[in-house]
């Protein structure tokens, strides 16, 4: 295979010769680099690289360019090279320039680019080269082929395989699947003697060569995790903690580092994997710190590292049972694993968000199509076409903050009107704008896109028929339920099921402490609540961030009051259910 492009594309030869000198004396002899002054020689290279098949990693275009705008020419990689880098290139001072900050903004948000660059004015030029970098590091966790940390290889188009994926990529695990088959496939299953080699079915197979060729088949999601080295047992792990966390979304994550930085000996109890709703994200592009975004997977890695480094134990695919108030804190029962003794718990669980569920849409998520409330993508939407479905309070409102921005909005509901679920004062300013049409009776069935949402398929709930309509965003705001059930009784939730938490609590239930309660803790003194789980939180990775670094000094305070146990005193159990 021909070594991978760096194509940068600037009109200003002495600029490109420089931007090709950087990219040389740190790439060149594992990519091919190559510059070009317009668009149309660069796009005669993209092309005869797609046609010849030839990969390409990165291209870097100026946004002037004298016969296509370079964000023109970046939306063409999208479509010719889907997996490469694509970024604008701008001169130092260029923030000064209000045309080229709307231009990023505005290509950004339809997914013509990534991020910008700003163009080497030195040599060398560290920041540069540290910046391309991370986009060459991006795109090759993108390649598929056999020389992957793990490689998994299972039949085309197999659930199975889809979840196993899911798994890996939440986790942060770089991996490559191969369709079974495939030369590819045959020959990693041939080197590794495994069964079945040359069939295109047969059983799934996980191998791990950066683990010493670690082999699997067919494993579970425990099995796979355990062998990468994520704990999925309470062995090696004390009977007495200080502190549980339910959840390893962002806020549970936070509440594991900063309680363990603190000198808390904390256990975070995950059942699916890290980062919660928010490790789905394929770009999380308004967390502070991260001006060219972050992958929701890659947060709730640097997350767990830094948890990890603190002294703070996980334990992932398995589900918490139940937690049982006992005299001197709590027992929480994990679903085939056993129980560990806790002095406080944080509930961290989140929420799970209801997706519309067609595989066509899901595979967009994130590029074009997302999911809650947030629509952080508002600003670069100028003269789009956007699509809310649903027909809350929490659409209105994000309707009427995207007609600001985009060409029109439409709202999709499956009701007859709006009347029963958004507030009157949201649908008075609905109905007098001409930039935001509802559409009632109808629900989302399909919808296309070529890495980027651009059409979706529409169904009239009482005609039966179907009609397509453009679109270049779709806000899915069909609501979010927690999963609260298996909490104890003494657990106070709101109607909606979310967990209700300090003055709330007072004014709701009878709080016997002599103390009121935190402003995170839950009716059931000592067990807190923190994140999208909690009732009137701000659905936020931010905010839950926030939530899971402020919770631990309330359970510090909580802690402090609680009498200490004698060493090598038993915990007290609690009295048995009545029936078990």
Same mark, same amino acid.
């Given at each position: 295979?021909?070594?991978? &492009?760096?194509?940068?594309?600037?009109?200003?030869f002495?600029?490109?010769?420089?931007?090709?000198?950087?990219?040389?004396r740190?790439?060149?002899?594992?990519?091919?680099v190559?510059?070009?002054?317009?668009?149309?020689?660069?796009?005669?290279? &993209?092309?005869?690289?797609?046609?010849? !098949?030839?990969p =390409?990693?990165?291209?870097?275009?100026?946004?002037?360019?004298?016969?296509? @705008?370079?964000?023109?020419?970046?939306?063409?990689?999208?479509?010719?090279?889907?997996?490469?880098?694509?970024?604008?290139?701008?001169?130092?001072?260029?923030?000064?320039?209000?045309?080229?900050?709307?231009?990023?903004?505005?290509?950004?948000?339809?997914?013509?680019?990534?991020?910008?660059?700003?163009?080497?004015?030195?040599?060398?030029?560290?920041?540069?080269?540290?910046?391309?970098?991370?986009?060459?590091? #991006?795109?090759?966790?993108?390649?598929?082929?056999?020389?992957?940390?793990?490689?998994?290889?299972?039949?085309?188009?197999?659930?199975?395989?889809?979840?196993?994926?899911?798994?890996l990529?939440?986790?942060?695990? @770089?991996?490559a699947?191969?369709? /079974?088959?495939?030369?590819?496939?045959?020959?990693?299953?041939?080197?590794?003697?495994?069964?079945?080699p040359?069939? #295109?079915?047969?059983?799934?197979?996980?191998?791990?060569?950066?683990?010493?060729?670690?082999?699997?088949?067919?494993?579970?999601?425990?099995?796979?995790? !355990?062998?990468?080295?994520?704990?999925?047992?309470?062995?090696? $792990?004390?009977?007495?903690?200080d502190?549980?966390?339910?959840?390893?979304?962002?806020? !549970?994550?936070?509440?594991?580092?900063?309680?363990?930085?603190?000198? &808390?000996? =904390?256990?975070?109890?995950?059942?699916?994997?890290?980062?919660?709703?928010?490790?789905?994200?394929?770009? $999380? /592009?308004n967390?502070?710190?991260?001006?060219?975004?972050?992958?929701?997977?890659?947060?709730?890695?640097?997350?767990?590292?830094?948890?990890?480094?603190?002294?703070?134990?996980?334990?992932?695919? /398995?589900?918490?049972?139940?937690?049982?108030?006992?005299?001197? !804190?709590?027992?929480?029962?994990?679903?085939?694993?056993?129980?560990?003794?806790?002095?406080?718990?944080?509930?961290?669980?989140? =929420?799970?968000?209801?997706?519309?569920?067609?595989?066509?849409?899901?595979? &967009?998520?994130?590029?074009?199509?997302?999911?809650?409330?947030?629509?952080?993508?508002?600003?670069?939407?100028?003269?789009? /076409?956007?699509?809310?479905?649903g027909?809350?309070?929490?659409?209105?409102?994000?309707?009427?903050?995207?007609?600001?921005?985009?060409?029109?909005?439409?709202?999709?509901?499956?009701t @007859?009107?709006?009347?029963?679920t958004?507030?009157?004062?949201?649908?008075?300013? $609905?109905?007098?704008?001409?930039?935001i049409?509802?559409?009632?009776? #109808?629900?989302?069935?399909?919808?296309?896109?070529?890495?980027?949402?651009?059409? $979706?398929?529409?169904?009239?709930?009482?005609?039966?028929?179907?009609?397509?309509?453009? #679109?270049?965003?779709?806000?899915?705001?069909?609501?979010?339920?927690?999963h609260?059930?298996?909490?104890?009784?003494?657990?106070?939730?709101?109607?909606?099921?979310?967990?209700?938490?300090?003055a709330?609590?007072?004014?709701?239930?009878?709080?016997e402490?002599?103390?009121?309660?935190? @402003?995170?803790?839950?009716s059931?003194?000592?067990?807190?609540?923190?994140?999208?789980?909690?009732s009137?939180?701000?659905?936020?990775?931010?905010?839950?961030?926030?939530?899971?670094?402020? =919770?631990?000094?309330?359970?510090?305070?909580?802690?402090?009051?609680?009498?200490?146990?004698?060493?090598?005193?038993?915990?007290?159990?609690?009295?048995?259910?009545?029936?078990?």
């Amino acid at each position: 295979m021909a070594r991978p &492009l760096l194509l940068a594309v600037d009109p200003d030869f002495e600029s490109l010769s420089r931007i090709e000198a950087e990219l040389g004396r740190r790439f060149g002899s594992d990519y091919r680099v190559r510059g070009e002054l317009d668009a149309t020689a660069a796009l005669t290279q &993209l092309e005869r690289a797609a046609e010849r !098949g030839d990969p =390409v990693a990165l291209v870097l275009a100026d946004p002037w360019l004298p016969d296509l @705008p370079g964000a023109a020419l970046l939306g063409r990689v999208r479509t010719l090279h889907p997996d490469a880098g694509r970024a604008l290139l701008v001169p130092w001072g260029a923030w000064a320039d209000r045309r080229t900050a709307e231009e990023i903004l505005r290509a950004i948000a339809h997914g013509e680019i990534s991020y910008y660059v700003l163009k080497p004015w030195t040599s060398p030029d560290e920041l540069f080269i540290r910046t391309v970098g991370e986009f060459v590091q #991006a795109w090759s966790r993108t390649v598929p082929g056999v020389n992957r940390e793990v490689v998994v290889v299972g039949a085309a188009r197999d659930p199975r395989g889809h979840d196993v994926r899911s798994l890996l990529t939440r986790n942060g695990i @770089p991996h490559a699947y191969l369709d /079974r088959g495939t030369v590819e496939a045959t020959d990693v299953l041939t080197r590794i003697d495994a069964p079945s080699p040359d069939s #295109a079915t047969g059983p799934m197979v996980v191998w791990m060569p950066a683990l010493g060729g670690t082999l699997l088949v067919d494993p579970t999601d425990a099995e796979i995790c !355990g062998a990468w080295g994520i704990r999925t047992d309470l062995s090696d $792990i004390p009977a007495e903690v200080d502190l549980v966390v339910v959840g390893a979304g962002p806020a !549970g994550l936070a509440a594991a580092v900063y309680a363990s930085s603190e000198g &808390l000996s =904390v256990l975070c109890v995950e059942e699916r994997a890290l980062g919660g709703q928010a490790a789905t994200s394929s770009l $999380i /592009r308004n967390y502070l710190g991260f001006s060219r975004g972050l992958s929701g997977a890659e947060l709730a890695q640097r997350g767990f590292q830094q948890a990890w480094v603190f002294g703070a134990s996980f334990l992932l695919t /398995r589900r918490v049972a139940s937690i049982s108030p006992v005299q001197d !804190g709590f027992a929480v029962a994990v679903e085939g694993a056993g129980e560990v003794h806790a002095r406080a718990v944080v509930l961290a669980m989140g =929420v799970a968000y209801r997706r519309l569920g067609i595989p066509d849409l899901e595979a &967009l998520s994130g590029s074009g199509v997302y999911y809650g409330a947030s629509v952080s993508e508002a600003h670069g939407l100028k003269g789009a /076409r956007a699509v809310i479905v649903g027909g809350g309070n929490s659409a209105g409102q994000a309707a009427l903050h995207l007609k600001r921005y985009a060409a029109h909005v439409t709202i999709v509901i499956r009701t @007859p009107d709006l009347s029963s679920t958004m507030s009157r004062y949201l649908i008075d300013e $609905i109905e007098s704008s001409d930039e935001i049409t509802v559409v009632p009776n #109808a629900e989302v069935v399909g919808g296309t896109g070529e890495g980027w949402l651009r059409e $979706i398929t529409l169904a009239d709930r009482d005609m039966g028929t179907e009609h397509s309509l453009a #679109a270049d965003a779709l806000f899915v705001m069909i609501g979010a339920e927690p999963h609260t059930q298996w909490l104890p009784g003494e657990v106070l939730r709101d109607q909606r099921g979310f967990l209700v938490t300090g003055a709330e609590v007072t004014a709701a239930a009878d709080w016997e402490q002599d103390r009121p309660p935190a @402003p995170h803790e839950t009716s059931l003194p000592g067990v807190f609540a923190v994140g999208d789980v909690r009732s009137g939180s701000v659905k936020r990775v931010a905010s839950a961030v926030g939530e899971g670094s402020v =919770v631990v000094s309330e359970v510090h305070e909580f802690l402090s009051l609680q009498p200490t146990r004698a060493a090598g005193s038993e915990p007290t159990s609690p009295a048995p259910a009545e029936g078990r």
